[in-house]
Nanobody, 122 residues
Framework: QVQLVESGGGLVQAGGSLRLSCAAS????????MGWFRRAPGKERLPVAR????????YYADSVKGRFTISRDNTKNTVYLQMNSLKPEDTAVYYC???????????????WGQGTQVTVSS
């Protein structure tokens, strides 16, 4: 497993941008698929974006496609989520997670960060 710490959340107006970062400890980061999930108030945790271990494949939820970009820097043990054109419905706690494959289900990931709050005001 890896230890994950997210940062970069905050309050932003609709139409604005934020970049989330997730720093990983351990020597296995480059072998792990990474995912960003989010949980809105009163709702279940849902996948937002995923990336393969070498960064060659990325996947997005339909709701964020064209607005969010996931990337990783294996030399820095960090995965990013660039969020543009934010909407109030993007308000949620965002979690990064590490797993063996970039699947869109939470159970596929065995390491999780503590989460970072993103609030988008209208």
């Amino acid at each position: 497993q890896v230890q994950l710490v997210e940062s970069g959340g905050g309050l932003v107006q609709a139409g604005g941008s934020l970049r989330l970062s997730c720093a990983a400890s351990g020597r296995t980061f480059s072998t792990r698929a990474m995912g960003w999930f989010r949980r809105a108030p009163g709702k279940e945790r849902l996948p937002v974006a995923r990336i393969s271990s070498n960064g060659g494949n990325t996947y997005y939820a339909d709701s964020v496609k064209g607005r969010f970009t996931i990337s990783r820097d294996n030399t820095k043990n960090t995965v990013y989520l660039q969020m543009n054109s934010l909407k109030p419905e993007d308000t949620a706690v965002y979690y990064c997670a590490a797993g063996r494959l970039p699947l869109p289900i939470a159970s596929a990931y065995d390491s999780w960060g503590q989460g970072t709050q993103v609030t988008v005001s209208s």
